[in-house]
């Protein structure tokens, strides 16, 4: 079956770039969604579609792909910020959707 | 805006069944796709089951095949899951989801607050 592979934790410090990777196999060919889940929350979709932000999403929230690893990058980190980060695609050959099993942004 | 809540979220013994509902206030939700997803205590995402928005394609994660069925009433804008032969490691937070769109692949745009299902004895 199809996996995603993340950092269990990533951290950085206010004003600072964060990079969150995202590893499966070709996921470059499949559509990848990140979400952001604050403690006792539910998710909000933050990334659809490898690089597209919803509406209401800073734009120092931004998405890409190459390969086998997608990435989700947060520009000038804020303390608002610190979260878990969990990406998602779409697996046609099972008919089921994987999620990667979720970064935590600590933001120092 | 589309708002989504879940109920039907309570302590069940191992082996039994539970119904979650999931309703949306505000548009309908009945020309997108939607999702369950569930969450262990302190643990990631867990997709359990997808419906397309005619309803006809139902998909399911291995784990609950067979024991979890979803539907949805276009009626009453409403979404179901018919939980049976309920174990222990379905005990989680469980989400409803409405997808951006009708397909199965589009990311999940909306989610509810989710209702908490207990499996113990």
């Known amino acids: 079956s199809y996996v995603l592979t993340q950092p269990p934790s990533v951290s950085v410090a206010p004003g600072k770039t964060a990079r969150i990777t995202c590893g499966g196999n070709n996921i470059g060919s499949k559509s990848v969604h990140w979400y952001q889940q604050k403690p006792g929350q539910a998710p909000v979709l933050v990334i659809h579609y490898d690089t597209n932000r919803p509406s209401g999403i800073p734009e120092r929230f931004s998405g890409s792909t190459s390969g086998n690893t997608a990435t989700l990058t947060i520009s000038r980190v804020e303390v608002g910020d610190e979260a878990d980060y969990s990406c998602?695609?779409?697996?046609?050959?099972?008919?089921?959707?994987?999620f990667g099993g979720g970064t935590k942004l600590t933001v120092l | 805006e589309v708002q989504l809540v879940e109920s039907g979220g309570d302590l069940v013994q191992p082996g039994g069944s539970l119904r979650l509902s999931c309703s949306a206030s505000?548009?309908?939700?009945?020309?997108?796709?939607m999702h369950w997803v569930r969450q262990a205590p302190g643990k990631g995402l867990q997709w359990v089951s997808y419906i397309s928005s005619s309803g006809t394609d139902i998909y399911y994660a291995d784990s609950v095949k067979g024991r979890f069925t979803m539907s949805r009433d276009k009626a009453k804008n409403s979404l179901s899951l018919q939980m049976n032969s309920l174990r222990v490691e379905d005990t989680a937070m469980y989400f409803c989801a409405r997808a951006s769109h009708q397909w199965p692949y589009d990311g999940f745009e909306v989610w509810g607050q989710g209702t908490v299902v207990t499996v113990s004895s």
């Open positions: 998602q695609v779409w697996d046609s050959t099972s008919d089921h959707v994987i």
């Open positions: 505000g548009p309908t939700f009945s020309g997108y796709s």
